[in-house]
């Protein structure tokens, strides 16, 4: 029996050898190629690129092969590239889309398969639901890759236009001044050589770590969190660093860690930088966040007056709001960010980047920044945490999930919001929001309250509400 091929909110993810086969990766490219040639029947070009993981050199060959049999001209990238850099090369090539063999920040034997359309964006469910259903089609027809005009795949560089890019958004002659010294970790990852190349390049000081090819990322996840980089930390120490950032196995996460060595949530970096862009660039045209991302955002859209946008969980929603240019940033909790102007996809190299030009303008550290807002807006506290479930607990709390709680643990519930999973609004402005995976028997548990004793109390009743 065929393994179904199911793209998720980031693609399809699956472990290599058990489900991320050659044969199932021939299957899905054969799917985005019937899809590709259903919205453009002739003269359609897609590029093909990847991220450091083992065998993605031959992944990339495959399905430059497969498209080409379907008579699309796939535009091959030869090295490991950042997901926003394979994202602004589909914009500026007018390409008909983008396949990125990557499993992101997800462990090391697992790897998959990202589509963008040709706006760069990530493929919304509308689009994924039409690759699933060729995939299917093209399984039930045991159709053969047809021989199509067997082109030659081009070869395409994006870092150069994509760098270029870069130093037109990020202020450089700004961190230079500062003498900011800077510790970059791209985690073995895809942006290595990018981030460190171009501040070295303005003539600032920066280390870096982790910069070589590793298909294993150190025996763990390629993930920018706080108790995976203690390597960073050690460097920054040695070198006098005012910051340390780092990005995830493709580059579309962020990591970021103060001068003092202090890990800074994904949340409140997200928050720093939509204050720190309306102020330094005038932008008050609207803010955008995950709906399990930290209501900090909703409080600094009000001070400056700007629009604010909750999404689903996903960051092509946002994108979607990129690109009508209703926001001047958006972000999600877990540590994807993009701006304005720039790509309708997560960036976590820009991200890095934009926290340096913030505390060299800001004359400040990351922590004294947010001790200032804080001092202006109040204090949150945002939590996630995943739970599994055992089939009968996750079949009673899925009928559970459907009714709208009056209370919760003593609590009145102030609203319900149903963007995305369960949000349960509290009138002292803490909250609580579930969302069960789709790939996996786990429940991600999302509290937010406005003091740290608040949050542990509030947390502790998330996951005692889940098993009760």
Same mark, same amino acid.
């Given at each position: 029996?065929?393994?179904?091929?199911?793209?998720?909110?980031?693609?399809?993810?699956?472990?290599?050898?058990?489900?991320?086969?050659?044969?199932?990766?021939?299957?899905?490219?054969?799917?985005?190629?019937?899809?590709?040639?259903?919205?453009?029947?002739?003269?359609?070009?897609?590029?093909?690129?990847?991220?450091?993981?083992?065998?993605?050199?031959?992944?990339?060959?495959?399905?430059?092969? =497969?498209? %080409?049999? @379907?008579?699309?001209?796939?535009? /091959?990238?030869?090295?490991? !590239? #950042?997901? +926003?850099?394979?994202?602004?090369?589909?914009?500026?090539?007018?390409?008909?889309?983008?396949?990125?063999?990557?499993?992101?920040?997800?462990?090391?034997?697992?790897?998959?398969?990202?589509?963008?359309?040709?706006?760069?964006?990530?493929?919304?469910?509308?689009?994924?639901?039409?690759?699933?259903?060729?995939?299917?089609?093209?399984?039930?027809?045991?159709?053969?890759?047809?021989?199509?005009?067997?082109?030659?795949?081009?070869?395409?560089?994006?870092?150069?236009?994509?760098?270029?890019?870069?130093?037109?958004?990020?202020?450089?002659?700004?961190?230079?001044?500062?003498?900011?010294?800077?510790?970059?970790?791209?985690?073995?990852?895809?942006?290595?050589?990018?981030?460190?190349?171009?501040?070295?390049?303005?003539?600032?000081? =920066?280390? %870096?770590? @982790?910069?070589?090819?590793?298909? /294993?990322?150190?025996?763990? !996840? #390629?993930? +920018?969190?706080?108790?995976?980089?203690?390597?960073?930390?050690?460097?920054?120490?040695?070198?006098?660093?005012?910051?340390?950032?780092?990005?995830?196995?493709?580059?579309?996460?962020?990591?970021?860690?103060?001068?003092?060595?202090?890990?800074?949530?994904?949340?409140?970096?997200?928050?720093?930088?939509?204050?720190?862009?309306?102020?330094?660039?005038?932008?008050?045209?609207?803010?955008?966040?995950?709906?399990?991302?930290?209501?900090?955002?909703?409080?600094?859209?009000?001070?400056?007056?700007?629009?604010?946008?909750?999404?689903?969980?996903?960051?092509?929603?946002?994108?979607?709001?990129?690109?009508?240019?209703?926001?001047?940033?958006?972000?999600?909790?877990?540590?994807?960010?993009?701006?304005?102007?720039?790509?309708?996809?997560?960036?976590?190299?820009?991200?890095?980047?934009?926290?340096?030009?913030?505390?060299?303008?800001?004359?400040?550290?990351?922590?004294?920044?947010?001790?200032?807002?804080?001092?202006?807006?109040?204090?949150?506290?945002?939590?996630?945490?995943?739970?599994?479930?055992?089939?009968?607990?996750?079949?009673?709390?899925?009928?559970?999930?459907?009714?709208?709680?009056?209370?919760?643990?003593?609590?009145?519930?102030?609203?319900?919001?149903?963007?995305?999973?369960?949000?349960?609004?509290?009138?002292?402005?803490?909250?609580?929001?579930?969302?069960?995976?789709?790939?996996?028997?786990?429940?991600?548990?999302?509290?937010?309250?406005?003091?740290?004793?608040?949050?542990?109390?509030?947390?502790?009743?998330?996951?005692?509400?889940?098993?009760?």
């Amino acid at each position: 029996m065929l393994t179904q091929i199911k793209f998720g909110t980031s693609g399809w993810r699956a472990v290599m050898a058990e489900e991320f086969t050659f044969a199932n990766v021939r299957r899905a490219v054969t799917g985005i190629a019937r899809y590709v040639l259903s919205q453009k029947p002739a003269g359609a070009r897609v590029i093909v690129g990847r991220d450091p993981r083992f065998l993605g050199e031959t992944f990339c060959s495959m399905a430059a092969e =497969v498209l %080409s049999a @379907h008579g699309i001209n796939p535009l /091959l990238i030869a090295e490991a !590239a #950042p997901t +926003p850099a394979i994202a602004y090369a589909v914009i500026q090539t007018k390409a008909d889309g983008a396949i990125n063999f990557t499993a992101s920040h997800n462990p090391p034997e697992y790897n998959g398969i990202k589509f963008s359309t040709p706006d760069g964006c990530p493929a919304l469910p509308e689009v994924t639901r039409k690759i699933e259903a060729e995939i299917l089609a093209a399984d039930e027809a045991k159709s053969r890759t047809p021989q199509g005009s067997g082109a030659t795949p081009e070869k395409l560089d994006p870092k150069p236009i994509y760098v270029k890019r870069l130093k037109e958004i990020i202020d450089l002659s700004a961190i230079k001044k500062a003498g900011l010294k800077v510790v970059f970790d791209p985690m073995w990852g895809a942006a290595r050589g990018y981030s460190d190349e171009l501040l070295r390049d303005a003539e600032i000081s =920066v280390a %870096s770590v @982790h910069n070589f090819r590793d298909v /294993l990322f150190g025996g763990h !996840a #390629p993930e +920018p969190d706080d108790h995976l980089l203690e390597d960073l930390r050690h460097k920054m120490r040695e070198m006098g660093a005012h910051i340390g950032i780092a990005t995830d196995g493709d580059a579309d996460r962020f990591g970021i860690v103060d001068r003092d060595g202090t890990f800074l949530q994904p949340n409140l970096v997200i928050a720093l930088l939509f204050d720190y862009l309306v102020e330094s660039r005038g932008w008050k045209n609207g803010v955008a966040k995950s709906v399990a991302t930290t209501n900090f955002i909703n409080a600094l859209a009000k001070k400056h007056g700007v629009s604010l946008y909750e999404t689903p969980v996903g960051f092509k929603y946002i994108g979607e709001l990129i690109m009508q240019d209703k926001i001047a940033i958006g972000g999600e909790e877990s540590a994807g960010l993009s701006i304005r102007h720039h790509v309708p996809e997560k960036d976590g190299v820009l991200a890095g980047l934009l926290c340096c030009e913030m505390i060299a303008c800001k004359k400040k550290s990351m922590g004294e920044i947010l001790s200032d807002l804080r001092n202006q807006v109040g204090s949150y506290y945002p939590r996630r945490d995943n739970f599994r479930l055992t089939p009968e607990v996750k079949q009673k709390f899925t009928e559970k999930l459907g009714v709208d709680p009056k209370e919760f643990s003593g609590r009145k519930v102030r609203e319900v919001v149903r963007t995305d999973g369960l949000k349960l609004l509290f009138e002292d402005g803490a909250w609580v929001c579930y969302r069960l995976s789709g790939t996996e028997p786990v429940v991600r548990v999302y509290t937010e309250a406005r003091d740290e004793a608040g949050l542990e109390k509030l947390n502790s009743a998330a996951k005692q509400w889940i098993f009760e």
